[in-house]
């Protein structure tokens, strides 16, 4: 596992992937703490830096929802294109190990883009006093999501060679996953309602960025991205015995 996490993160900075993730994550990041950051003080809330960090991570979630088909697209299915797939699958590595590694070095690229909030809080903590529990509830509920939303990732990029259909699967499902709460308005099934908004990312990540830790909520992502690479797994299972 160790040397498919090496070779995955490594293979993030040899292709311009990593750096296109990090440059517009950065970027993005960067304009939406700008845009809430100015909002807040047309409001009169620029005594108020955490109020203003909570609409910048609510807003952050859209960025995430784009951006991390791009980081994950590649993971699987370039091997697939490439035919190295079959290498891979009989290596002495478990088909865990192989999914587990490639979740991890993508998980490592998307902390380093997470790690630029951390710079932010410090601009704020230069103006006001934020509230620093909330702040760091609000990165663990990012990297909650973000674990829940790569694991989807590289389970679209299993099951096509084309990055791009990858990407568009994956940008699709974790999509539709944030939205689930929208979409339960227009089922008139209270009990059905209920079931999407307990599955919505939105609902469940929305928490966070106000300072409210749920051990619920952290279960329920953490049991997406299990599930999710166990999918894929399966996926590898398949082709291997295919």
Request: one cysteine or more; proline letters at 0%; a positive charge.
């Given at each position: 596992m160790k040397a498919i996490f090496r070779r995955e993160f490594v293979s993030y900075f040899t292709t311009p992937i990593g750096y296109i993730f990090l440059g517009f994550f950065f970027a993005l990041a960067g304009i939406d703490?700008?845009?809430?950051?100015?909002?807040?003080?047309?409001?009169?809330s620029s005594g108020s830096g955490t109020a203003e960090l909570?609409?910048?991570f609510l807003w952050l979630l859209i960025i995430l929802v784009i951006l991390i088909p791009i980081l994950t697209?590649?993971?699987l299915?370039?091997?697939?294109?490439?035919?190295?797939?079959?290498?891979?699958?009989?290596?002495p590595v478990s088909l865990s190990g192989i999914v587990v590694g490639k979740f991890l070095a993508a998980f490592c690229v998307y902390m380093m883009?997470?790690?630029i909030t951390l710079v932010f809080s410090v601009v704020v903590s230069a103006f006001t006093k934020p509230d620093w529990v909330t702040i760091f509830g609000n990165i663990l509920g990012l990297l909650l999501l973000g674990a829940?939303?790569?694991?989807?990732g590289i389970f679209a990029s299993s099951l096509t060679e084309n990055q791009v259909i990858s990407a568009v699967i994956s940008l699709a499902s974790i999509g539709l996953m944030?939205?689930?709460s929208v979409i339960s308005g227009f089922i008139p099934i209270k009990i059905v309602q209920t079931i999407l908004n307990k599955l919505c990312f939105l609902e469940r990540y929305i928490g966070y960025t106000y300072g409210q830790f749920d051990l619920s909520n952290a279960v329920y992502f953490i049991s997406v991205a299990v599930?999710?690479?166990?999918?894929?797994?399966?996926?590898?299972?398949?082709?291997?015995?295919?």
């Open positions: 703490y700008s845009v809430t950051s100015i909002a807040g003080g047309s409001a009169g909570t609409q910048f697209m590649r993971t299915s370039e091997d697939k294109r490439q035919k190295t797939d079959q290498v891979l699958l009989t290596s883009g997470v790690a829940a939303c790569i694991s989807i944030s939205l689930l599930l999710f690479m166990f999918f894929t797994v399966r996926v590898l299972e398949k082709r291997r015995w295919a």
